[in-house]
T-cell receptor, first 112, second 116 residues
Framework: KAGVTQTPRYLIKTRGQQVTLSCSPI?????VSWYQQTPGQGLQFLFE???????NKGNFPGRFSGRQFSNSRSEMNVSTLELGDSALYLC???????????FGQGTRLTVV | AQKVTQAQTEISVVEKEDVTLDCVYE???????LFWYKQPPSGELVFLIR??????QNEISGRYSWNFQKSTSSFNFTITASQVVDSAVYFC?????????????FGPGTRLSVLP
């Protein structure tokens, strides 16, 4: 059974640009969540999608957005990149509810 | 508000030693779930164990065991006979049951180094 796949693995962007990250969940999983990991703030919840609907959102500015497609694949977008957006972005998929989530290897975004 | 604390920032042990990772959580909810995840250098978070707030039975799974005590809001994790491959960052996480989907609150993590 294939795991959670995130693309790309690494990205370097310039301040002010925008970026789109992609996540393909485990087959059959309809819940996809996104997390930002930085050395200073640790792992922080961005948002969660279930069957194409955003069900929960963390405390991040509106520059961070996401969507989920009918095949459960998800994308997150960050507009007007800032240096502080440099982080490892992790995607997690699950069956939903309080079940365990399975994470991808992440996309490491560097903003210069 | 929910919060997870892992007081141990870094731990070093010699291979075959037992090691316990501490986790203390805060929540006002009576229904919640606790998790342990491991993050090796490759970056992905690997699921280890899940426990719900109604089940304080402590179990052993292979070299892993956990001690869940609601009275002290602690959910400690023990690795028996540690191995070099256990070297990673370990995260304790809390998920509160509500109608708004899945949302983990993670602790800051404990970096475990197992030396040969």
């Amino acid at each position: 059974k294939a795991g959670v796949t995130q693309t790309p693995r690494y990205l370097i962007k310039t301040r002010g640009q925008q970026v789109t990250l992609s996540c393909s969940p485990i087959s059959g999983h309809r819940s996809v969540s996104w997390y930002q990991q930085t050395p200073g703030q640790g792992l922080q919840f961005l948002f969660e999608y279930f069957s194409e609907t955003q069900r929960n959102k963390g405390n991040f500015p509106g520059r961070f957005s996401g969507r989920q497609f009918s095949n459960s694949r998800s994308e997150m977008n960050v507009s007007t990149l800032e240096l502080g957006d440099s982080a490892l972005y992790l995607c997690a998929s699950s069956l939903g509810g309080r079940t365990e989530a399975f994470f991808g290897q992440g996309t490491r975004l560097t903003v210069v | 508000a929910q919060k997870v604390t892992q007081a141990q920032t870094e731990i070093s042990v010699v291979e075959k030693e037992d090691v316990t990772l501490d986790c203390v959580y805060e929540t006002r909810d009576t229904t919640y779930y606790l998790f342990w995840y491991k993050q090796p250098p490759s970056g992905e978070l690997v699921f280890l164990i899940r426990r719900n707030s109604f089940d304080e039975q402590n179990e052993i799974s292979g070299r892993y065991s956990w001690n869940f005590q609601k009275s002290t809001s602690s959910f400690n994790f023990t690795i028996t006979a540690s191995q070099v491959v256990d070297s990673a960052v370990y995260f304790c996480a809390l998920s509160v049951a509500d109608n708004y989907g899945q949302n983990f609150v993670f602790g800051p993590g404990t970096r475990l180094s197992v030396l040969p």
